[in-house]
């Protein structure tokens, strides 16, 4: 019972907070929400398949240059559209990807996505006329539900129908990912990271099988990073270094990739202590070093795993 209640008053201060909260804290929920989404993806291949990406930013890359190409050079400019071209384009990209990575695991596919990761990093900022190289590209706001809301400024567009857009996206996101984690093959995958031996004795392809998850972790990165693009108005090959990549690892790291809800903890917990730290401690690069030294070393089911842990007397108590 506790959960849908807490599910509950989640969701009314999602919709309260665009009314209640300084807009400048709006707009930090902007990029928690594309990132909630391409962790939901990211914490299906790691957290129930087993295998650790370092190369995700690749298709946070890819998703945010597809929205800048069709709202820059193509003129569709309704996101309606740019969210599944991105998936698409993602999708595209993954598939011959992922089929040569998941021949591989632990460190070795890591290491693999890295390298994926890297070239299409150098590709953008090497292939100047394609993509601009080092200055980016540029992102124009795009219509949401047919409609340009040109009485808004932009942040009146962010924190009021942009920041209800993402947050619909990212609920609708979230219960197409608990139906699948919850499915047959949501069990499969849990099979095949706890023993994949067992799953092929039990006839489950395991390397189609983490291809499928590949796959669907791509599309939820690509569609992530067209809904990160459209608040900066500019994207940039920063988006697919590997640095951007080691940030949403750490993100579900942080949250707790054993629990469904952990990866969009990590994502709130890691950008709004990012933005305090940074406004304080010109060296906040340290201060996450040792934040993941302690989650890594005291806390490994991260801070849902402490929150668990701090329920679980008052529930032995109650008993």
């Known amino acids: 019972m506790r959960t849908p209640v807490v599910l509950s008053l989640v969701g009314i ?59 820059t050079h193509l003129g569709v400019r309704h996101m309606e559209l740019i969210l599944p071209a991105a998936a698409l384009a993602a999708a595209v990209v993954a598939a011959p990807v992922g089929a040569l990575c998941v021949r591989y695991v632990k460190i070795y596919f890591g290491m693999l996505t890295l390298a994926f990761g890297m070239v299409f990093y150098t590709f953008l900022l090497k292939f100047y006329k394609l993509t601009g190289g080092d200055e980016g590209m540029r992102m124009l706001r795009p219509y949401l539900l047919g409609s340009e809301w040109p009485g808004f400024s932009k942040t009146a567009y962010l924190i009021g129908p942009y920041y209800y857009f993402s947050l619909a996206v990212l609920v609708l996101a979230t219960l197409l990912m608990w139906r699948i984690v919850r499915s047959p093959f949501g069990l499969c995958l849990k099979t095949i990271r706890d023993n994949p031996l067992k799953a092929e004795s039990l006839g489950v392809s395991v390397p189609r099988y983490r291809w499928y998850a590949f796959m669907i972790s791509a599309v939820y990165a690509g569609a992530g990073g067209a809904l990160l693009a459209t608040p900066t108005g500019n994207v940039d090959p920063t988006l697919a270094y590997w640095t951007h990549s080691g940030n949403i690892v750490f993100m579900v790291l942080l949250g707790g990739f054993s629990s469904f809800f952990g990866p969009l903890l990590g994502a709130f917990a890691f950008i709004f202590l990012q933005d305090t730290v940074m406004s304080v401690f010109p060296y906040w690069r340290l201060i996450f070093g040792a934040v993941l030294a302690f989650i890594v070393i005291f806390a490994p089911g991260g801070l849902m795993g402490l929150f668990a842990r701090g329920r679980r007397p008052v529930e032995v108590s109650r008993a």
Do not use: W
Request: proline share 5%.
């Open 13 to 71: 201060a999602f919709l309260g907070l665009p009314v209640l909260a300084p807009a400048y804290y709006v707009t930090l929920m902007l990029p928690f929400m594309a990132y909630g989404v391409v962790l939901l993806g990211l914490n299906l291949l790691f957290g129930y398949t087993g295998l650790v990406s370092f190369g995700h930013a690749l298709f946070i890359g890819i998703g945010a240059y597809t929205g800048a190409v069709l709202t």
